[in-house]
Every structure is written in C-alpha cells, then in structure tokens.
C-alpha cells in the first residue's frame, strides 16, 4: 500500500522557536496533502490542505501565520510552527492522496508529537 | 453538508468475542466511507473502504463493514476479537468541498479488549 512517512516522530522545543515537520509520499505523487491536528482522546481536526505549487486552504480558526505550509513537489509537504507556545503542543498528523484519485483515499503519516515547554 | 456519527465512544469486549463497531452517516449522494484504525500515538491505518462498489466489505485484519442505505449506517465488525484490535477506530465520510475531496471524521470509538 501507499506509504506517508511523517518527520520527526516527537520534537521538543522552546518556546519562541519554531519547528519544522515533512510530510513525504514514499511510493506515490500526492497532489493533495492534508495537515490535521489531534488533541488527546479527541478527533482529527483539519488544519489546512495543500496542493502542489499553490497556497495551501486553511480551515476556518487556523492561524496561516502560526502554521506555515508548504508544498514545493508531488511527495514533500512541510508544516512550520512558527515561534511555538506551550498551547501549541499536540500531536499533529499529516495525509496524503495519491493522483489521478478516483478514490479519495488519504493516506497517513504516523504523526508528529510537539511539546513546547 | 455530510458527516458521520459514531455511536459508542467506547465499547469493551472480551477477547475471542465478536466486536461491532456503530456509525450511522448522513449524505445527499451515495457516499464514499471509511474506517481507520488509530494505535496509541501512531498515525491512522485504512482498515477498508466503500466506494459504492459490493455493499459488504472486506478489510484487513478480520474486519468487515455493511452499507445499508436504508439504515444510512456502515456499521464495522469482526467475529473474534483479538488482544491487538485494542485501538481507537474512527469512520469516516468523503465530502467533495470546492474542489477537494475532504474527510468528515467521526468522534471515535475506542475499543478495550479484555483477556
């Protein structure tokens, strides 16, 4: 199946600094790529989408400047947290879907722990 | 506008005994919907699909789900449960929005297996 490798795995940082998390299609062209946020037992929320070459959509409350995205080729997404809180710390997972889709399958990273002391 | 709920926040059974899993969707068209399954601090593994192809569907793992329109559920089962299914589970509905075809989440439902 599709593989979505997601770095790094955990990160800790301070507060102030900002962090850097790839998202990478492994074995296929993702045209689109999606960065979602989880709280603890909670849900997926969405963050943004990203599509190749373009400016990523971002969801209604995400701030695009807290949350920079960018997707500079068909199987590389990057999320930067720019000047990182302690409000910012959560589990942050990103997806992929393959192109041409005629399935809408995303396919996901295994997550990004962020803890900002 | 579609989405999906999942019934049961957290559903316990024991190991060797079957599993369901509840959610009811709600769609304009026929939809597109999934179940993952989510492992403590791991991202979401596909579990199966429905694409409007044969109504029973099989996934990995021992795992099946039923669309029954007239139900609007796509309710996930497993015959036996085992220690491993032990996991958070989350179905999941496809909504084209400008272009994009987006995921609704449901709430989840975690599943405790007991031996």
């Known amino acids: 199946g599709a593989v979505v490798s997601q770095h790094p795995s955990r990160v800790i940082c301070k507060s102030g600094t900002s962090v850097k998390i790839e998202c990478r299609s492994l074995?296929?062209?993702?045209?689109?790529m999606f960065w979602y946020r989880q709280f603890p037992k909670k849900s997926l929320m969405l963050m943004a989408t990203?599509?190749?070459?373009?400016?990523?959509?971002?969801e209604q409350g995400v701030e695009k400047d807290k949350f920079l995205i960018n997707h500079a080729s068909l199987t590389l997404s990057t999320l930067t947290v720019t000047s990182a809180h302690p409000e910012d710390s959560s589990f942050y997972i990103c997806?992929?879907?393959?192109?041409?889709?005629?399935?809408?399958?995303?396919?996901f990273g295994a997550g990004t722990r962020l803890s900002v002391l | 506008a579609q989405s999906v709920t999942q019934l049961d926040s957290h559903v316990s059974v024991s190991e060797g005994t079957p599993v369901l899993l509840r959610c009811n969707y709600s769609?304009?068209?026929?939809?597109?919907l999934f179940w993952y399954v989510q492992h403590p601090n791991k991202g979401l593994q596909l579990l199966l699909k429905?694409?409007?192809?044969?109504?029973l569907v099989k996934g990995i793992n021992g795992f099946e789900a039923e669309f029954k329109k007239s139900e609007t559920s796509f309710h996930l089962t497993k015959p036996s449960a085992h220690m491993s299914d032990a996991a958070e589970y989350f179905c999941?509905?496809?909504?084209?929005?400008?272009?994009?075809?987006?995921?609704?989440f449901g709430t989840g439902t975690r599943l405790k297996v007991l031996a």
């Open positions: 997806s992929a879907q393959a192109s041409p889709s005629g399935l809408n399958i995303q396919y």
């Open positions: 074995d296929f062209q993702a045209t689109t």
């Open positions: 990203s599509n190749e070459g373009s400016k990523a959509t971002y």
């Open positions: 769609s304009s068209y026929s939809p597109s």
């Open positions: 429905y694409t409007s192809a044969a109504t």
């Open positions: 999941v509905v496809s909504d084209r929005v400008s272009g994009t075809y987006k995921y609704i």
